[in-house]
Protein backbone atom coordinates (compact mmCIF):
# COMPACT_ATOMS: atom_id res chain seq x y z
CA UNK A 1 0.00 0.00 0.00
CA UNK A 2 0.81 3.49 -0.84
CA UNK A 3 1.71 6.12 1.91
CA UNK A 4 0.84 9.92 1.10
CA UNK A 5 2.88 12.36 2.31
CA UNK A 6 2.10 15.94 2.85
CA UNK A 7 4.17 19.10 2.24
CA UNK A 8 3.00 22.17 3.55
CA UNK A 9 3.58 25.57 1.76
CA UNK A 10 3.39 26.66 -1.61
CA UNK A 11 5.50 24.62 -3.99
CA UNK A 12 7.66 26.78 -5.91
CA UNK A 13 8.05 26.60 -9.92
CA UNK A 14 12.30 26.17 -10.37
CA UNK A 15 11.90 27.46 -14.10
CA UNK A 16 10.68 30.90 -12.44
CA UNK A 17 13.65 30.85 -9.82
CA UNK A 18 16.64 31.19 -11.42
CA UNK A 19 19.28 34.37 -11.40
CA UNK A 20 22.08 35.38 -13.05
CA UNK A 21 25.18 36.20 -11.19
CA UNK A 22 29.06 36.96 -11.94
CA UNK A 23 31.02 34.01 -11.94
CA UNK A 24 35.02 33.38 -12.63
CA UNK A 25 36.36 35.61 -15.38
CA UNK A 26 33.72 37.62 -15.95
CA UNK A 27 31.30 34.79 -17.47
CA UNK A 28 27.52 34.85 -15.95
CA UNK A 29 26.58 31.83 -13.90
CA UNK A 30 22.91 30.59 -13.28
CA UNK A 31 22.15 29.62 -9.61
CA UNK A 32 18.37 29.12 -7.68
CA UNK A 33 17.13 32.19 -5.90
CA UNK A 34 16.14 32.68 -2.05
CA UNK A 35 12.49 31.58 -3.04
CA UNK A 36 13.67 28.03 -4.40
CA UNK A 37 16.05 27.80 -1.58
CA UNK A 38 13.32 28.42 1.18
CA UNK A 39 11.24 26.23 -0.49
CA UNK A 40 13.71 23.01 -0.84
CA UNK A 41 14.65 23.67 2.84
CA UNK A 42 11.22 23.46 4.33
CA UNK A 43 10.43 20.58 2.11
CA UNK A 44 13.57 18.42 3.51
CA UNK A 45 12.10 19.79 7.29
CA UNK A 46 8.83 18.13 6.43
CA UNK A 47 9.53 14.78 4.41
CA UNK A 48 9.53 12.09 6.47
CA UNK A 49 7.74 9.17 5.20
CA UNK A 50 9.67 8.70 2.08
CA UNK A 51 13.26 10.75 3.65
CA UNK A 52 16.10 8.45 2.67
CA UNK A 53 13.67 5.39 0.98
CA UNK A 54 16.24 5.36 -1.67
CA UNK A 55 14.21 4.04 -4.68
CA UNK A 56 16.44 2.90 -7.22
CA UNK A 57 13.87 1.07 -9.72
CA UNK A 58 11.44 2.13 -11.76
CA UNK A 59 8.69 4.03 -10.22
CA UNK A 60 5.16 6.04 -10.32
CA UNK A 61 4.45 9.19 -8.58
CA UNK A 62 1.01 10.19 -7.98
CA UNK A 63 0.55 13.87 -6.59
CA UNK A 64 -1.96 16.52 -5.57
CA UNK A 65 -0.67 19.71 -6.01
CA UNK A 66 -2.85 22.61 -4.07
CA UNK A 67 -1.81 25.91 -5.51
CA UNK A 68 -2.80 28.94 -3.47
CA UNK A 69 -4.39 30.02 -6.69
CA UNK A 70 -4.72 29.58 -10.21
CA UNK A 71 -1.53 31.15 -11.61
CA UNK A 72 0.33 28.83 -10.74
CA UNK A 73 1.64 25.75 -13.14
CA UNK A 74 1.18 22.65 -12.14
CA UNK A 75 3.99 21.13 -14.86
CA UNK A 76 6.62 22.98 -13.17
CA UNK A 77 5.74 22.01 -9.87
CA UNK A 78 6.57 18.65 -10.75
CA UNK A 79 9.99 18.76 -11.44
CA UNK A 80 10.61 21.02 -8.16
CA UNK A 81 9.21 18.16 -6.54
CA UNK A 82 10.86 15.46 -7.93
CA UNK A 83 14.45 17.31 -7.63
CA UNK A 84 13.24 17.96 -3.83
CA UNK A 85 12.52 13.92 -3.33
CA UNK A 86 16.00 13.40 -4.83
CA UNK A 87 18.02 15.54 -2.45
CA UNK A 88 16.07 13.33 0.48
CA UNK A 89 17.23 10.52 -0.69
CA UNK A 90 13.68 9.18 -1.07
CA UNK A 91 15.16 8.38 -4.97
CA UNK A 92 17.78 7.78 -6.50
CA UNK A 93 17.20 9.45 -9.74
CA UNK A 94 14.34 11.36 -11.33
CA UNK A 95 14.97 10.01 -14.54
CA UNK A 96 13.52 6.56 -13.16
CA UNK A 97 9.85 8.23 -12.63
CA UNK A 98 8.00 6.57 -15.45
CA UNK A 99 4.74 7.35 -14.70
CA UNK A 100 3.08 10.75 -13.41
CA UNK A 101 -0.65 10.93 -11.94
CA UNK A 102 -1.00 14.89 -10.92
CA UNK A 103 -4.11 16.77 -10.43
CA UNK A 104 -4.11 20.38 -9.54
CA UNK A 105 -6.23 22.23 -6.89
CA UNK A 106 -6.75 25.51 -5.25
CA UNK A 107 -6.26 26.13 -1.25
CA UNK A 108 -5.88 29.79 -0.95
CA UNK A 109 -5.21 29.55 3.16
CA UNK A 110 -3.47 26.16 2.54
CA UNK A 111 -0.85 25.47 -0.03
CA UNK A 112 0.62 22.27 0.46
CA UNK A 113 1.68 18.89 -2.17
CA UNK A 114 -0.04 15.26 -1.16
CA UNK A 115 2.34 12.58 -3.00
CA UNK A 116 2.95 9.10 -2.89
CA UNK A 117 5.81 7.02 -4.61
CA UNK A 118 5.25 3.36 -6.47
CA UNK A 119 7.63 1.05 -7.41
CA UNK A 120 7.08 -0.20 -10.29
CA UNK A 121 7.69 -4.23 -11.21
CA UNK A 122 9.13 -3.88 -14.52
CA UNK A 123 7.74 -7.26 -15.33
CA UNK A 124 4.62 -5.24 -15.58
CA UNK A 125 3.03 -3.08 -17.64
CA UNK A 126 2.80 0.31 -16.14
CA UNK A 127 -0.90 1.22 -17.89
CA UNK A 128 -3.62 -0.74 -16.75
CA UNK A 129 -5.14 -0.13 -20.19
CA UNK A 130 -3.35 -0.82 -23.37
CA UNK A 131 -3.20 2.47 -25.97
CA UNK A 132 -5.23 1.85 -29.02
CA UNK A 133 -3.22 3.84 -31.87
Not at 23 to 52: L, P, T, W
Not at 81 to 91: E, H, N, P, T
Request: glycine share 4%.
Amino acid sequence: MMEIEVIHGQIIAKANHYQAVPGKSGKKRIIKDEKIRAYESSFVEQCKVYRSKRISSRFRLFVRVFHSSVRFDLDNSLKTLLDCLQMVGAITDDKLCFQIEAEKRIDKFHPRIEFALLEVNEQKNIFNNQFNF
